[in-house]
Structure formats: C-alpha cells, structure tokens
C-alpha cells in the first residue's frame, strides 16, 4: 500500500515536470527521453530534460534535443532578443524530418508558443516561416498557417508586427495535380514570415537593411521630382527625391533557394552554404532538406538586433541561423532534434569566411495575362480534369 502510494506520487511528479517542459504528458516526454538516449554517440552530459550540448563556438551553441525541453528547464525570462525560426511545416503528406499533420498542428505548437512568450525580451522579435498547405485529395487550401498566427496573437498575446512573404523564385510548380495537369490553380511561389512580438514596439531599424535603388528611382533624384498631390491622394513632397542611401525594402523577400530547381536557376545562396553542403558530401551526411536561404535570417538579425543580442533558433536544421548570426557579431543558441542534422550543421563552423556584404541580386516576374491565344481555354469546374486541347 505504501509503495503503491509512493509510486503514485513519482507518476504525479513525472507528469508535472513534464508538462513543465512543455511535453503533452509523461508517456510523451518517456517516449523522448528514451529516442535521445537510443544515440550511440555520445557529445556531453544530458541533462535531466533530455537535452545536451553538442557543438559550441565562439558566438554560441547547438544543442541536441527537445527545443521544449530545452527552453523550459535552461532559458530564463526575457532572455532572448530575436527567436528566429522555420518550424516543420504541417504539410499534408509526412516528409522525412517529421511534418505534424496540418489538424494537430496547433495542439503541437502549444508547447513552443507559450515558451517564446516567455524567453522574449519586451524589445525582442519572434519571427516564423511557415510554408502553407494543401488538403489532401482536393484543390484547396489547409487554413493551419492562418490558424497558427491567429493563436499565437489571440491567446498568447503575439502582436503581429508585420507579416512578410518570401517567394523564392526557383521554386517548382506544385501540386502537380492540380498546377501541372488540371491546370486549376496557380503556382505556391511564397513562404509566409510572420514578425511577431510581445509589445507593439520591438526593437528595429529598416535603415539596417536598405536595398539599392532601382534605376528609375535613380534617375528621379538626378533630375529632380516636381512635388504634387498623387491621384491616390498621396502627397508626394520633394523629400521623394531625396538620396537616403538606399530604398525602404518591402515585406516581399525574393530569395532564390537553388536547390529546389537546380537546374533553373543555379545560384549559390552563398559560399557558406556551399560550404555547407561540400561538408555533408565529404563526410557522407544527410544534407537538410529543408534549409532557409540565409539571406532570410539575414535580414530580420540585422533588422532586429544589434551585435551581442541573443538570437535562438528553435527549429535548428542545418543551423543557418546561428551561422548568420556570428557571422553578424550577436550570440546564438540553436537546438535540434535530429542528430544527423547536427552532424552536418557542424560544417558551417569549421571554416569561416570574412563578413562580407552581398552582392545585390535582383529577379523579374513577368506581368501575367500577357501570353496570346489562350483566351478561349475551356474552365474546369467539378472534378473533371480539363482537356488539355484549347482552341487557336
Ligand atoms: C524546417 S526545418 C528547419 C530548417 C532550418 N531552418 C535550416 O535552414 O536548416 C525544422 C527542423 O525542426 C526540427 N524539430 C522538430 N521538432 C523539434 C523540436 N521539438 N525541438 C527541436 N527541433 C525540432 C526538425 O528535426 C527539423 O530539422
């Protein structure tokens, strides 16, 4: 009776620490303990929660474990200046390195939300890529990335700073059912970033990240701008042709990701993660299939934090965000589950390059409807794929 009683009592605690640590019960955070142990490598001690130290460098840290675990038992309050991440997606189908389905997506994402909120500076940023989806079987799409913002603002108290959307200009048409065959929807060319924050007022500065101006904004502030009312009822005044060193950027981020067409369009993102990838190779280890650009976090470090901030990286991957974030003189924490990714993220280490600035690139998107002769294609509607004979 008294052992059963004790054993009661361990089964309560373990069920309290583990939702302490963000896991949904004890047989959840059991199930991840015992995956973290099953490693045969072995890099530093594992603490209680499950997590280790794997790879350190002069700026920061990677960690191997549960991102939950992680922040609930090591991270303080207001701790943290920029969470920087791109969680698994909640993609129909189940890829190799873990998609929750769309419908428990949120249930999942609980756990991390409520942990952001807490390690978050009042000045600090969190900012998420997320890419959407599409429900399975039909040509529509999942709501869960609307979802998602809507829960982090509604009953986390997020305030969404802005949203972004990067479109990657390499990416391939898809679903092919539904772009390529039925032609009856277009092509998915954006991510979503939403920039969220704890207060309405984060640190930040567009100055940090100027683009170049464009040819006609050149010439404008060559030959001056005669100040007037637009039609649109903006007062265009003569600070329009003021040089400012650069023009505002958009919250449209075209960053190529070569490696979703690498035969389109083949441009490195950069030598780093050339680097990257060359150390994977060598040492036989799984290239992350899902890597952001560093251009992307590029952008929201030097936009929303200054050198020496703490930028954490939840959902680490290949860790390209503790990458960029050295390189850009801020201190940085990455976690990972997955220890083959680690393996592979230790390679962005192992030889740095000079912090450089980069080159300016820029793509075109052509105006749409301006192909002759398909006007009179048929339009599907119902289930029916569309012929694929139009009339010339
Ligand atoms: C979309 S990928 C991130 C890729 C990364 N941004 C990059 O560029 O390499 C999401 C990553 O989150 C990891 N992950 C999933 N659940 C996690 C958790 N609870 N804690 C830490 N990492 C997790 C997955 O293993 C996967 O590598």
Redesign the pocket.
């Known amino acids: 009776m008294i052992e059963d009683n004790s054993i009661q009592k361990d089964l309560v605690k373990a069920e309290l620490r583990a939702r302490e640590l963000g896991f949904e019960d004890a047989e959840a955070f059991l199930r991840y303990l015992i995956s973290a142990n099953a490693s045969l490598e072995s890099h530093g001690e594992q603490g209680s929660d499950g997590v280790r130290e794997y790879y350190r460098s002069k700026s920061g840290i990677m960690y191997w474990g ?3 675990a992680y922040m609930a038992s090591k991270m303080k309050d207001e701790s943290v200046d920029l969470v920087m ?5 909640g993609l129909v189908r189940k890829k190799k ?2 998609n929750e389905e769309a419908d428990r997506y949120l249930h999942w994402f609980r756990g991390f939300a409520s942990q952001f909120h807490r390690i978050l500076k009042p000045t600090g940023s969190l900012v998420i890529d997320i890419g959407g989806a599409w429900n399975p079987g039909v040509p529509t799409r999942s709501l869960y990335h609307f979802e998602l913002l809507s829960m982090m603002c509604r009953e986390y108290g997020f305030h969404l700073c802005q949203e972004f959307y990067w479109w990657n200009p390499s990416k391939l048409p898809s679903p092919v059912e539904w772009v390529n065959k039925r032609r009856i929807r277009v092509k998915d060319a954006v991510n979503s970033v939403y920039w969220l924050a704890k207060t309405p007022w984060p640190k930040a500065n567009n100055r940090r990240v100027l683009a170049p101006y464009s040819g006609a904004q050149q010439k404008l502030m060559k030959n001056g701008y005669e100040a007037k009312l637009r039609p649109s009822g903006h007062d265009i005044s003569d600070q329009f042709s003021k040089d400012n060193k650069g023009a505002i950027a958009p919250n449209l981020l075209a960053i190529d990701c070569p490696e979703e067409a690498p035969n389109l369009l083949a441009i490195p993102n950069t030598e780093s993660s050339g680097h990257y990838q060359d150390y994977c190779r060598k040492n036989d280890l799984p290239i ?1 299939p ?3 650009p560093d251009l992307l976090p590029e952008f929201f470090v030097r936009f929303l934090t200054d050198p020496g901030d703490v930028v954490f ?9 503790g990458e960029v974030a050295g390189r850009l003189g801020r201190k940085w924490i990455c ?4 220890e083959s ?1 680690l393996k592979g993220a230790i390679g962005r280490f192992t030889k740095r390059g000079p912090k450089q600035r980069r080159k300016p690139t820029s793509y075109s998107i052509a105006p749409p409807c301006s192909v002759e002769g398909f006007d009179d294609a048929p339009l599907a509607t119902g289930e029916k794929a569309v012929s694929r004979k139009t009339k010339k």
Do not use: I, W
């Open positions: 549960d991102s939950r991440t791109s969680p698994p997606f390195y873990g992350h899902a890597r952001f990286d939840p959902f680490a991957g290949s860790c390209v965000t976690c990972e589950l997955d990714y």
